[in-house]
């Protein structure tokens, strides 16, 4: 079976959708959520600079409304939301995290809580909502590896 395959099947599993480390290259993983009719966002955070930051870039890549609140809060409830972005499923692909998280660790550790509660509400709907995040090679940020089968 290939990578390929794997990600065909796993992406819709909504009960294992969630918030992963990743080092699978983002073009197949972007490709595999393409064949599956998902929302992809890439979002590099590489020189995102703290909460206002990456703020910023999710909202921006996500198309947020503009009532959007730049808040923690705020981001919270527009991940809760999507209606905008109606679809099968959405897949965030955030790169470089490494670097944001060594330079910003306490916004890195708030926008994964608020990124894992946002897919925990989406399991609940029954819709995946993945969060891919990756860093350079050996950086671990303490999330559960993606396993692809």
């Not at 595999?32 to 870039?57: Q, S």
């Not at 099968?88 to 692909?93: D, E, F, K, S, T």
């Not at 608020?114 to 990756?134: C, T």
């Amino acid at each position: 079976m290939t990578l390929m395959d794997s990600l065909l099947r796993l992406l819709p599993d909504v009960e294992r959708a969630g918030v992963y480390h990743s080092d699978i290259d983002g073009a197949e993983i972007t490709a595999a959520a393409k064949t599956v009719g998902f929302h992809i966002f890439k979002i590099d955070l590489g020189n995102a600079r703290g909460k206002d930051g990456i703020l910023e870039r999710v909202a921006k890549s996500l198309c947020f409304p503009g009532y959007f609140g730049r808040n923690c809060d705020a981001l919270a409830d527009c991940l809760s939301d999507l209606a905008w972005l109606d679809g099968a499923g959405w897949v965030l692909i955030l790169v470089h995290c490494d670097v944001f998280a060594r330079n910003h660790g306490d916004s890195f550790k708030t926008a994964v809580e608020v990124l894992n509660a946002a897919a925990a509400n989406w399991r609940e709907r029954k819709k995946p909502f993945w969060v891919f995040v990756q860093g350079k090679a050996g950086w671990e940020p303490g999330l559960p590896k993606i396993v692809v089968d």
